[in-house]
């Protein structure tokens, strides 16, 4: 039995990813990834303007007149969420939380996969795989998937995303489109990266809040880490240590897309508090025109 308030918020965050899925998602989100191949249709006789490359010429022979070979993409894809839930995504300076922002956007490609008639399933991991909903479609399947996504607790508070990317190899035989989504707040992932690029057609979501790039000035603050529960205290007062917090953020975030980039992830940026549907949008539209490159 769902709780009335979790349900009330299931139908609210459907609601509003529903209505951007109407404006932005549907034909961007089609053009945006392929399907597994393309199948053979039919052959008809050829028109001007067909590919001349297209000509069946046995059919042609036989026929007497040019004839085409027509072929379809096979579209149905299978999408996997693979979601880090770890102590950190809880972290949120905005009106909206990281985890909240995760839920949302992970409602939004369930909802797009769903329009397409796609399978879309979900992997939760933290330090260790905590929950595995395999691809399917239909609407029900979608809800729980939402429904997971805005009330699971994980029971672990760590980050391993090796951990979340080795399951991946050992639960999706076929190619998938893969929703890695994390606030990336990790290191030594990249091999294991790389495998399941091999495989896989990999976007990395990055999801972050201004808070963890750029500090207020607000004299002594003490700061406590999520996952391990350390603290530390630090002086924000300080020009200086803001102006290295900042600095050494930005080069490990810069160093990290750069591996990324080389092994060929794609990488979206989400930020808490802040729109991001143009980004998508963008996003997109980006793949769209280069086309796939798995």
């Known amino acids: 039995m769902i709780p009335p308030e979790l349900l009330k918020k299931v139908r609210r965050i459907e609601l509003r990813t529903g209505r951007l899925v109407d404006s932005l998602m549907g034909?961007?989100?089609?053009?945006?990834?392929?399907?597994?191949?393309?199948?053979?249709?039919?052959?008809?006789?050829?028109l001007p303007g067909d590919e001349v490359r297209s000509i069946d010429w046995n059919v042609t022979a036989r026929a007497g007149r040019p004839h085409i070979k027509r072929f379809r993409e096979e579209r149905e894809l299978t999408v996997l969420l693979l979601v880090d839930v770890s102590s950190s995504e809880a972290f949120g300076s905005t009106t909206q939380k990281k985890s909240e922002l995760i839920a949302e956007f992970g409602a939004l490609i369930t909802l797009a996969a769903m329009r397409n008639h796609d399978k879309v399933g979900m992997a939760l991991f933290t330090d260790r795989m905590e929950r595995y909903v395999p691809p399917k479609k239909g609407r029900r399947h979608g809800l729980r998937l939402i429904r997971d996504l805005l009330a699971y607790r994980p029971e672990s508070r760590g980050t391993d995303l090796s951990a979340g990317l080795t399951f991946l190899g050992r639960v999706l035989r076929r190619r998938a489109v893969v929703f890695l989504v994390s606030d990336f707040l990790a290191?030594?992932?990249?091999?294991?990266?790389?495998?399941?690029?091999?495989?896989?057609?990999?976007?990395?979501?990055?999801?972050s809040d201004p808070r963890e790039a750029v500090l207020p000035d607000v004299g002594l603050v003490t700061l406590r880490d999520a996952e391990t529960g350390e603290t530390v205290v630090v002086d924000t007062a300080s020009t200086r240590f803001r102006e290295t917090f900042e600095r050494e953020k930005e080069t490990?975030?810069?160093?990290?897309?750069d591996r990324m980039r080389s092994i060929r992830v794609d990488e979206l940026a989400i930020t808490t508090g802040i729109d991001y549907v143009a980004e998508l949008s963008r996003f997109f539209k980006s793949r769209e025109k280069r086309g796939s490159r798995f």
């Open 187 to 207: 290191d030594g992932f990249e091999r294991d990266l790389a495998a399941a690029r091999s495989r896989h057609d990999i976007i990395a979501v990055r999801v």
């Open 252 to 257: 490990s975030r810069k160093e990290q897309s």
């Open 27 to 46: 034909g961007a989100y089609h053009s945006a990834f392929k399907g597994r191949g393309m199948e053979f249709e039919e052959v008809r006789e050829y």
